[in-house]
């Protein structure tokens, strides 16, 4: 199995959080899975843009745009869907406006304070999946070849 680029573990990590916390029971963990999720696909997308070009497979973007695409969460799957995604040709699994709708869940919780009710498995389990295939995207791969069992933790955290 590929050992993941060094800048993957920080949104892998992010992933396997929030999946501990989904896969418990109470409603509380599944609020907090789903703010785990929407933190990793922001990670995610903050890190590539800051990485240098010959880390991203030689991709290099304008300085200015990196700047104005860093700016905020839209912003940035701004850049995923209509800049990075379009460029490569690739068609995306999960739909923009579906990252947009779990984001807004995870501002009205973590921004607002305001208790989801509805934001038991349904909401987790649907947003789960999101940055998984957003990571995977960033790294090129074929769909479904990278999944969160792959590597989780950076080798040099691992014990021996």
């Not at 999946?19 to 933190?39: C, S, T, V, W």
């Not at 860093?70 to 995306?92: A, C, K, M, R, V």
């Not at 295939?133 to 933790?153: I, V």
Request: aromatic share 10%; hydrophobic share 30%.
């Amino acid at each position: 199995m590929e050992t993941p680029e060094p800048w993957v573990y920080g949104p892998l990590e992010l992933i396997k959080h929030a999946d501990e916390h989904q896969l418990a029971k109470g409603d509380f963990d599944k609020r907090i899975a789903l703010i785990g999720y929407d933190n990793a696909i922001e990670v995610s997308i903050r890190t590539f843009l800051q990485l240098h070009p010959t880390q991203r497979r030689g991709l290099e973007y304008p300085k200015d745009h990196v700047n104005t695409w860093l700016t905020n969460y839209h912003s940035l799957l701004d850049f995923f869907f209509d800049e990075f995604l379009t460029n490569l040709g690739q068609t995306p699994q999960i739909a923009k406006n579906t990252y947009i709708h779990y984001h807004d869940l995870r501002n009205n919780l973590y921004h607002k304070g305001k208790k989801i009710r509805t934001c038991r498995t349904r909401h987790s389990r649907r947003s789960c999946s999101r940055p998984i295939h957003l990571l995977s995207a960033l790294r090129c791969e074929r769909r479904g070849t990278f999944t969160r069992d792959s590597h989780t933790s950076h080798p040099e955290h691992q014990e021996k």
